[in-house]
């Protein structure tokens, strides 16, 4: 996935805009975005789109970011959206690897009411959004067959730390919601899933998206959530891999299984071991799964 779009779900505007965005996958929207008391209409808007959308032969992923598990609106929000199951959940204010257990322990009684295979339900976390949060990275690998990345977001983590601001002079993060950022790209590492960058929030800014998404990709993030339509394409472009870079992985593989017992090769004028073929064949499986 590279493209993430969150769509408030009490919107019906917005969620038939989303179908025809191009974002890789749509996160329809139950917590930040939706007013306490719209929280009902938003579970009923989101349940009859999911019902329409999964049954279109070409669609997006669909996700549904449901409220925390301390809001204790968890499970009503479950309890409406898992009748038209969509293809994952997306668990803010994620503390650890046991709130992956606990939502999985949720998403599994009702998988059981709908006569759905366990665990097809796939989990992303935003996994940075209390300070709690930002010491249990290392938590999230094993915990759960369910989860499928890992996503950070500065704006709750700013609250909670009383920061005046989490962007520089020059627009770039400062150094907590640096160090934020990169704990997540391990923690989605070490868990063998997904890293996805945060969303960038002036959607008119085309400009500092286009750079926040070079360096993500640069640094190892496989996607970006959006905000707004006129993101995705942008994002989508940086995320895909060039002809070149697909042509060398192919290169550095087949370079590999023509000397099967060498540990290191030489290829292009430099020297590659085995860390260079795992990105090559990282790669190559990203095209096989979009």
Request: with cysteine; hydrophobic share 45%; proline share 4%.
């Amino acid at each position: 996935m590279r493209s993430l779009l969150f769509i408030p779900a009490d919107s019906e505007k917005k969620l038939a805009k989303g179908l025809a965005s191009g974002a890789d996958s749509l996160i329809l929207d139950l917590e930040d975005s939706i007013a306490p008391e719209s929280k009902q209409k938003a579970r009923d808007l989101a349940l009859a789109f999911l019902a329409s959308a999964l049954r279109k032969h070409l669609r997006p992923r669909l996700y549904v970011r449901v409220n925390g598990l301390n809001s204790g609106l968890t499970e009503a929000d479950l309890n409406a959206v898992m009748q038209a199951p969509p293809d994952g959940i997306l668990l803010p204010k994620t503390v650890n690897g046991a709130s992956l257990q606990h939502l999985g322990a949720l998403l599994a009684v009702r998988e059981a009411e709908q006569d759905l295979a366990d665990g097809s339900t796939k989990i992303m976390a935003i996994v940075t959004e209390t300070p709690a949060a930002i010491f249990n990275m290392g938590t999230y690998a094993g915990a759960s067959h369910r989860l499928e990345g890992l996503t950070w977001g500065a704006e709750d983590l700013a609250a909670a730390l009383g920061a005046e601001t989490n962007r520089d002079t020059d627009g770039s993060y400062t150094f907590p919601f640096l160090l934020a950022r990169s704990l997540t790209l391990f923690a989605a590492a070490a868990a063998g899933v997904l890293a996805i960058d945060a969303v960038h929030g002036n959607f008119r800014d085309l400009a500092r998206l286009r750079l926040e998404c070079e360096e993500a990709k640069r640094d190892g993030f496989t996607g970006k959530m959006a905000i707004h339509p006129a993101q995705i394409e942008i994002i989508n472009e940086i995320f895909s891999p060039s002809e070149e870079s697909i042509a060398k992985a192919r290169a550095i593989v087949a370079a590999f299984a023509a000397e099967p017992h060498a540990g290191v090769i030489s290829f292009e004028g430099e020297m590659l071991d085995v860390p260079h073929l795992t990105k090559a064949r990282r790669l190559l499986a990203s095209l096989r799964e979009s």
